[in-house]
Every structure is written in structure tokens, then in C-alpha cells.
């Protein structure tokens, strides 16, 4: 009887354990987890971000990217939970940084009209 009880105890104890570990890792690892998060959507096109399954999927995709520490310790599913969570405040970051690319590409087209003029004069002296 106590043996059982013992049994069930350690059990728990063990989950809670884990549990934590897992939350400290998460906090430890999160820049680099939203940042793997971020490339992966920043290849999805914007209605597809609205759409919970095609989310869901893109999350799964990205927890085989993560870092081996990181997938052996966390869970797939505490791992999306977790970024589920967070969806909001990274969709917004993958929006901002898909606006700053396209800024960027806009700035890289207009220069490279200016940078063959200027080589074309520099190469008659």
C-alpha cells in the first residue's frame, strides 16, 4: 500500500520537475527559439499567417529546427503551446521584418541603376 502511494509520490514529483525544466529552458532559449519562429514564417504569404491550421503546421516545421538540447527537452507539444501563446506578438514581428526586406529590396533596385553609371564613368579615366 505505502509502496503504491510511494510510486504515485515520485511520479508526480518527477512530472513537476520536468515541467520546470522544461519552462527554464524555454526562458533561457526563447530569443533564438522566436527567432527560428520568425524565418519560419517569413516565407508565408500573409493570408496563410491568419489561418490557424496552416500556422499550426509552419510551428511544427520549425520545432525540427531547433536546436537538438532544445527539441530533447522540450516537448513538440509544450513547444506549441508555448509559441501558440506568443502567436500574436510574432506574427507582428514577422510583418515588421517582412516590411523591412521589402524596404530593403526597394533601396537595392533603385542602387544598382547608380552604381553602373558611376563604374561606367570611373572606367573612361
Not at 65 to 71: D, I
Amino acid at each position: 500500500m505505502f509502496s503504491n502511494l510511494k510510486e504515485k509520490i515520485k511520479s508526480k514529483t518527477e512530472d513537476f520537475s520536468i515541467k520546470d525544466k522544461s519552462t527554464e529552458l524555454w526562458d533561457k532559449f526563447y530569443p533564438k527559439i522566436e527567432e527560428t519562429v520568425i524565418n519560419g514564417f517569413l516565407d508565408i504569404a500573409e493570408d496563410k499567417l491568419k489561418n490557424e491550421e496552416d500556422v499550426k503546421l509552419v510551428i511544427h516545421k520549425v520545432y525540427e529546427l531547433l536546436p537538438t538540447l532544445v527539441r530533447l527537452t522540450l516537448s513538440r507539444e509544450f513547444f506549441v503551446e508555448k509559441i501558440c501563446l506568443h502567436k500574436e506578438k510574432i506574427l507582428e514581428k514577422v510583418i515588421s521584418v517582412k516590411n523591412e526586406r521589402q524596404l530593403d529590396e526597394n533601396k537595392m533596385l533603385d542602387m544598382p541603376e547608380t552604381l553602373v553609371i558611376e563604374k561606367t564613368n570611373n572606367s573612361n579615366d
